[in-house]
């Protein structure tokens, strides 16, 4: 069953929650590529993918958000590209076993493009085709390109899922809520995103990361009068906050499970969690994506029964 037919049957897709920060707790050092576990602790992120999967995740990503060369060289892991990213998709494909679609995440570059930046548009668009034919082979089911500012930076991905392979594409960016409502650092709005996104190509737009889950059901309002194409909402589980040096995310599974019929409410098709969501939040947030699929499915067979 791939992407179109399991939005046709259950209407609502649970995707996975973060992946990072369950790096970290597995002993990430400060300053490690987390990428490079893909190489050296296999069995770790296989754990990772296979407890999202447990927890009723329907779409379960890759570590491979920052698998782009011009990131994994900072580590000395430029000529890894290819291996780290097609591991990457591999150990997720054997975790779920086909119990969930796979979709590589590809992550910002780290780089701006011309004139702000060195980069060619070409340059950056095959930066990520190095990733996006690396998840081809190794049998992925789409590419989310995530945690996007720059829209510039989310249509060069975009067109390298685009020329590069077959892949659906899910491309999100990142927004905070400013004095000038929501937009991303590079001051690209919801509606804007969501607008030139689709006109782009993309098979799915959305948001992630950036802040809790009550801010992200106000920019998938934004979203969706400016595209009819399926929305993608993975919030972070609260508002980070910085204690001694520490990034914590403090939301509950259960609060933040609690918000989710009114981010489905808001027409988001997929949605998941981002910084300090846990295999726990996931598993509340299946709960409750279960009740409102057995709602909608109680009101239509009534419907039908008159």
């Known amino acids: ?18 992946w990072g920060t369950q790096i970290e707790k597995r002993g990430l050092a400060v300053g490690e590529c987390p990428e490079s576990w893909n190489l050296e602790h296999p069995d770790q992120i296989r754990e990772i993918a296979s407890s999202y999967l447990e927890a009723g995740a329907q779409i379960v990503l890759t570590n491979t958000f920052g698998g782009n060369r011009l990131k994994l060289r900072k580590s000395g892991l430029a000529d890894k590209v290819e291996e780290i990213n097609r591991v990457g998709v591999e150990l997720s494909r054997e975790a779920v076993n086909g119990g969930a679609l796979v979709f590589a995440s590809l992550g910002p570059t780290g780089e701006f493009l011309e004139p702000l930046g060195t980069l060619t548009e070409a340059e950056m668009i095959e930066v990520f085709a190095q990733q996006v034919r690396a998840f081809a082979a190794a049998g992925a089911d789409g590419v989310v390109a995530e945690t996007m500012m720059d829209l510039a930076e989310a249509r060069c991905a975009l067109r390298a899922v685009r020329d590069s392979s077959d892949l659906p594409a899910a491309v999100c960016m990142t927004f905070t809520n400013g004095p000038a409502g929501y937009a991303t650092v590079m001051g690209v709005t919801p509606q804007q995103a969501a607008t030139e996104l689709d006109k782009a190509g993309a098979n799915l737009v959305g948001a992630n990361c950036g802040t809790g889950i009550e801010d992200m059901i106000e920019v998938i309002r934004l979203m969706r009068p400016a595209t009819a194409k399926p929305l993608w909402a993975k919030p972070n589980a609260g508002v980070p906050e910085l204690v001694d040096g520490k990034t914590l995310f403090r939301q509950a599974p259960e609060e933040m499970a609690s918000h989710l019929p009114t981010l489905v409410e808001a027409e988001a098709k997929v949605v998941g969690g981002c910084c300090g969501t846990t295999p726990e939040h996931i598993r509340a947030m299946a709960q409750k994506v279960k009740a409102l699929l057995d709602k909608n499915y109680k009101r239509t067979y009534a419907t039908k029964g008159d």
């Open 1 to 18: 069953m791939d992407w179109r037919q399991m939005f046709d049957h259950w209407g609502i897709l649970l995707a996975d929650g973060a």
